[in-house]
């Protein structure tokens, strides 16, 4: 794929949210509805950005920051910021250019990219420029599971040929959620838009009279612990798991051999009324101990929130809607900016804070109310 376009930053982007009305303006309500909707009464939609902003700082002040920086660890790596972009399908619903249009932003603001198993190009095109720069961050495959073993199997040899570095399963929706904004919207893909990645067909459900075509149908066909078991011997790449949110769940799946978890509600697109992910991340930090690599989504929209999830317990941070905004708003160039946004406002944070780096970020940060459970 060549490489994209360079387009004019909107006026007037001083944070995230800015992106918002430009990215509205050039997008369908076809797709809109599909980027920003949730489950049901999106109740978890809400209650993910609400509960950044519930969180108060208590600061230090007068420590000697210099030469402070953003950098962590994680997987064996040092990253330049603890900023990654979470997996979302279908980007070219919004930009021509779509998840290539990622890439290249992420690779150059040393960002790392989780790419959805339903990206709407290929997966070695979102590779290419993240292998190409150095300074990038991680390149993982997020998965869905198909019960299909050979295909699964081949597209696992595929995700490795083409240099990712890390599988992230997705556990929490082995079927979409109540979307009523969706469904009232009417959503449905155009026919120039697929999962690239994902061909062939699915096997047609096999339902006698009577059966659902959820618990007879579709539910024996998803993941079950033997599916993680599988990976873990099919893949020698780390396995992460997205959407886990019970302790018990988690203390199973290290048993297991999995690597780590993306603690997720599924930016409330999955089961509404799950708390937000503030409300989840501690219990298991506390429970998994400070070695277990934990990455957390949902709702995260300023530098503040990505200092917070640090203080929570948090290696890194997954930005999920704001940055398909900025792809729609102006391309590769506005996903560049917003990371840079966002990185900026971590660094001010620190700053403000009396962190000079994310290992100062702890319970003790956090106004005295907001604890771990």
Sequence with gaps: ??????EKLPDGLANLADFEPHAQARVDANAWAYLNGGAADEITLR??????????LHPRVLRDLSGGHTRVALLGRELLHPILLAPIAYQRLFHADGEVAIAHAAAAQGAGIVLSAQASVPMEDVAAPMRADPTAGPLWFQLYWRDDRDFMRALLRRVEAAGFQALVLTVDAPVHGARDRERRAGFKLPDHIRAVNLGGLKKPLDLQPGQSALFDGLMPRAATWREID??????KLPLLLKGLTHVDDARDALARGVTGFVVSNHGGRALDTLPPTTELLPPLRVALGPDVPLLVDGGIRRGTDVLKAIALGADAVLVGRPYVHALAASGALGVAHALRLLRDELEIAMALSGCKTLADAGPALLWPGTSFR
């Design 1 to 6: 794929m060549s490489a994209p376009l360079i």
């Design 47 to 56: 209650a993910n950005r609400a509960a950044w902003d519930a969180i108060k």
């Design 230 to 235: 599988w990976l873990r011997a099919e893949s």
